[in-house]
């Protein structure tokens, strides 16, 4: 498994912008496709956006397409989130995670939490209105 620690979260007012990186260990890391899911007080962890193991396909929710833009860099073992024009609704706490191996990467797979094998803590990001 890859050990993930998320940074980059804070308090930003609406319309700002936020980048959230996520350090993995382990030389593995290129084997990994990536996402970040999030998670807002009362409600049920949600997918956000996922990468392939080359970063040449991604994925987004619906809410934060055009908005957000996932990437990688396998050389420094590091998956990014760029939050741009964010709103007081994308306010969560923001997981990066691991999808298992052997997963195919398709929507179906990469949308649903219990599919990823391991997860980072968590980084706060709140939008002020």
């Known amino acids: 498994q890859v050990q993930l620690v998320e940074s980059g979260g804070g308090l930003v007012q609406a319309g700002g912008s936020l980048r959230l990186s996520c350090a993995a260990s382990g030389r593995t890391f290129s084997s990994y496709c990536m996402g970040w899911f999030r998670q807002a007080p009362g409600k049920e962890r949600e997918f956000v956006a996922a990468?392939?193991?080359?970063?040449?396909?991604?994925y987004y929710a619906d809410s934060v397409k055009g908005r957000f833009a996932i990437s990688r860099d396998n050389a420094r073992n590091t998956v990014y989130l760029q939050m741009n024009s964010l709103k007081p609704e994308d306010t969560a706490v923001y997981y990066c995670a691991a999808l298992k191996l052997g997963y195919p990467f398709l929507v179906a797979y990469t949308t649903t939490p219990s599919n990823f094998g391991s997860w980072g803590q968590g980084t706060q990001v709140t939008v002020s209105s």
């Open positions: 990468i392939n193991w080359s970063g040449g396909i991604t």
